[in-house]
């Protein structure tokens, strides 16, 4: 070391090019302290001897970073502990083993058998352990950054580090307790147990679960099973126990749909309920915007593929936007459904979920209804509600072929279809060369015309009607009290 003394830095061994400090000087006082706790260098190898000025921006900046946790800690036990109140620090010998706990589970300490009366917290630190592990990684991560930056900012007040740090601990909304993390646990084992399928063994927090499964069976990959579904991490295991106790707990309130855990919730209202800032994407074509780069160009090819009429049903004509919707055209009014058959009625469905509600309107029907925050009329389900809440939100628009005023776009969008669509189906009566655009109609003109069979009867006379229009207006003008009653019956009670 003597040999380099006076042109090579103690650290690094580089000389040319560099400022250098002497170690052992009135100018550098606290090098010489700082090197001896962080390094194995003894006090003869700092006679005569430098440093580098990049190497102790580098050696300062750690040394600080040392104190500021070393005095969180001592403030945080209230400067002093008992001997029978002694925080042990321990490691695993194998740190792989650890690899697998998440970042909001429980803590590694909760894994290391302890025994309460020689190794606990003083009460100043009861649920805090995790809080200083979390302010003590965000003071690394700053430190390193600094290092990358190689920054050269001069030495702050340590005791204004820790009134931020402490600001840093009552402000972090990510961090925990570990009273809550086992309130989680406890409401997760109410519905399911961390039982071990191998041995087994239970264990009392999802951690210890994870820990057992690592160290008895060498299964760094272990997994929770609940209603079929895998469950490798705690805060889905315990999102699913939520909502399958309240399967309201991540629901949209704009539009009423209810998702499974937070990120569905978050991905749908960043999709369908963006606000105008996040809407980055705009169409050149419309007036639409999207949040999400994928949906815009999906978008925007539904305007070529509209523009150009690639996408025809072979079965009647019709032209969509996009393949998606052209096959699900096809399947639901063109393929005989067979998968799913209803035992009460023999209807098909090609969904399970369409299969489902339809049971449900034979069992629960109430269960199904919606009522209208606006009008407080009852809908028959989830779908109808929409197209209703539809009808209210909108406003009148102008038909661009005939100037027709519709209520709302949905009116006008069936006006387009029913009087202007060139593609629109034809209904040809069989007994005469009559046509329709409605199957309805056809099936009422067969029935007043060639088959004298009058397909309406007025509940609450004997007179019958050759179409639904007619007896409606029957009924609202000779039967006025009971129509009224058995409107409000049918929409307005559940």
């Not at 290391?112 to 020689?118: C, F, L, R, S, V």
């Not at 005023?405 to 387009?416: C, F, N, Q, T, V």
């Not at 007025?458 to 007179?463: D, E, G, N, V």
């Amino acid at each position: 070391m003597q040999e380099l003394a006076n042109e090579h830095c103690l650290t690094c061994f580089q000389s040319k090019n560099q400022s250098l400090l002497r170690i052992q000087s009135e100018e550098t006082r606290g090098i010489e302290g700082a090197l001896s706790k962080h390094f194995w260098f003894t006090k003869d190898d700092f006679r005569q001897t430098h440093i580098c000025l990049p190497c102790w921006k580098q050696v300062d900046s750690f040394h600080r970073f040392h104190e500021t946790v070393e005095k969180l800690y001592e403030r945080g036990s209230s400067g002093e502990m008992s001997p029978s109140k002694v925080l042990v620090k321990s490691e695993p010998q194998n740190e792989e083993a650890f690899d697998f706990l998440d970042e909001n589970d429980d803590s590694m300490t909760e894994g290391i058998k302890q025994e309460p009366e020689a190794y606990s917290w003083d009460e100043t630190m009861d649920g805090q352990e995790d809080i200083i592990a979390d302010v003590v990684k965000e003071e690394a991560s700053a430190w390193a950054v600094e290092m990358n930056a190689g920054s050269d900012s001069e030495q702050s007040d340590t005791e204004n580090e820790l009134k931020d740090l402490e600001v840093a601990m009552q402000n972090n909304p990510r961090t925990k307790t570990k009273e809550e993390r086992w309130k989680e646990d406890e409401y997760i084992r109410e519905h399911v147990k961390y039982t071990c399928e191998q041995c087994g063994t239970t264990s009392s927090t999802f951690t210890m679960f994870l820990k057992h499964a690592s160290e008895a069976h060498g299964n760094k990959k272990a997994f929770v099973v609940c209603c079929g579904n895998r469950f490798y991490k705690k805060i889905r295991l315990y999102q699913h126990v939520q909502w399958v106790n309240n399967p309201e707990t991540f629901r949209c309130e704009a539009c009423k749909r209810n998702y499974g855990n937070a990120e569905g919730i978050r991905r749908h209202m960043k999709e369908y309920h963006a606000t105008e800032e996040e809407k980055k994407f705009k169409c050149d074509r419309c007036d639409q915007s999207f949040a999400r780069q994928y949906k815009f160009k999906l978008h925007v090819q539904d305007h070529i593929n509209w523009e150009n009429q690639n996408l025809k049903c072979e079965h009647c004509n019709k032209t969509y936007k996009s393949v998606h919707i052209l096959n699900n055209h096809i399947k639901l009014y063109h393929t005989q459904p067979t998968t799913f058959i209803c035992d009460i009625c023999a209807k098909g469905f090609h969904l399970k979920s369409h299969f489902i509600k339809h049971k449900m309107e034979h069992d629960a029907p109430d269960q199904l209804k919606m009522q209208c925050t606006i009008c407080s009329r009852w809908l028959k389900n989830r779908e109808n509600w929409r197209r209703h809440m539809q009808m209210h939100r909108g406003t009148e628009m102008k038909c661009p072929h005939c100037g027709h005023m519709s209520p709302h776009a949905r009116a006008l969008k069936g006006h387009i279809r029913r009087q202007h669509n060139e593609q629109k189906p034809i209904h040809s009566c069989q007994f005469c060369s009559k046509t329709f655009v409605q199957l309805i109609s056809l099936k009422e003109h067969i029935a007043a015309i060639h088959v004298d069979d009058a397909l309406y009867n007025c509940p609450f006379c004997s007179k019958s009607f050759n179409s639904s229009s007619n007896m409606h207006t029957h009924k609202k003008r000779m039967h006025p009290n009971e129509w009224l009653e058995e409107h409000n019956s049918k929409y307005y009670t559940k």
